[in-house]
């Protein structure tokens, strides 16, 4: 079992059950954080003193107040935390319920498990936590059951292309003769727009701005 976690959690309900459910798997050091440079200045201390994390627990969204952050979200902190010990196990604990963004945490931040926000949480955080000493990763069964080929897009050149040039701005309506100047096929609207409309299905999309958004986050575009 892990000797040492670490809990960043900006709500207080939440970050002691947290911690009550890490006590009561006898895990024998435990503390929590209410921002994001408070747990990265915990890790580099508790690092350079030689007593290192074993785990941390991180929520992804953390709400601004009066004091300034340079760590603004649970993904910053990972990525931070990471470059000071790549070894640091990582579970996020969150309200965030789109399996295609979860699933890329896995493979753009190598997390080790992703516990949903729930009726079943505190049992799922558990199952998380045993699961990942055991070195294997940990998903929220109600999310992994959506995680399916079904539910999964492979981005093609030609639909980065169309994306990008929304991104840059570029009108709907602009797009085909773009396409066509560029020599890429198909160039047709219809053939844009459908491609466009089974992408945003797939991935749960309503609006091109979401699924630019999206694009962007992952670093696709």
């Known amino acids: 079992m892990f000797e040492k976690v670490l809990i960043a959690e900006d709500h207080q309900t939440s970050s002691r059950a947290v911690a009550k459910t890490i006590q009561d798997l006898a895990i024998p050091v435990f503390d929590y954080v209410y921002y994001c440079d408070d747990a990265y200045t915990r890790i580099k201390k508790e690092l350079a003193a030689g007593k290192p994390y074993d785990l941390l627990i991180t929520d992804l969204s953390f709400i601004e107040d009066h004091r300034l952050q340079h760590l603004k979200s649970g993904i910053d902190l990972i990525k931070a935390a990471r470059e000071l010990q790549p070894s640091l ?16 945490f896995f493979s753009t931040l190598q997390i080790n498990g992703f516990v949903q926000k729930g009726r079943l949480d505190a049992i799922e955080l558990e199952q998380a936590v045993r699961t990942i000493v055991k070195g294997q990763t940990f998903i929220s069964p109600r999310i992994k059951e959506q995680i399916s080929p079904s539910n999964s897009h492979q981005f093609t050149n030609y639909d980065l292309t169309v994306i990008s040039l929304l991104a840059a ?4 309506k602009e797009i085909p003769a773009k396409l066509s ?5 198909p160039n047709g609207m219809s053939s844009m727009e459908k491609r466009l409309n089974h992408i945003k299905t797939v991935l749960n999309f309503k609006k091109n701005e979401q699924l630019i958004a999206f694009c962007k986050d992952m670093g696709i575009i």
């Not at 701005?169 to 709907?172: A, V």
């Not at 100047?181 to 096929?185: A, K, N, P, S």
Request: aromatic content about 4%; charged content about 25%.
């Open 89 to 104: 196990k990582v579970i996020i604990f969150s309200v965030e319920g789109r399996p295609v963004l979860i699933k890329s």
């Open 169 to 172: 701005g570029m009108q709907l």
């Open 181 to 185: 100047e560029l020599r890429i096929t």
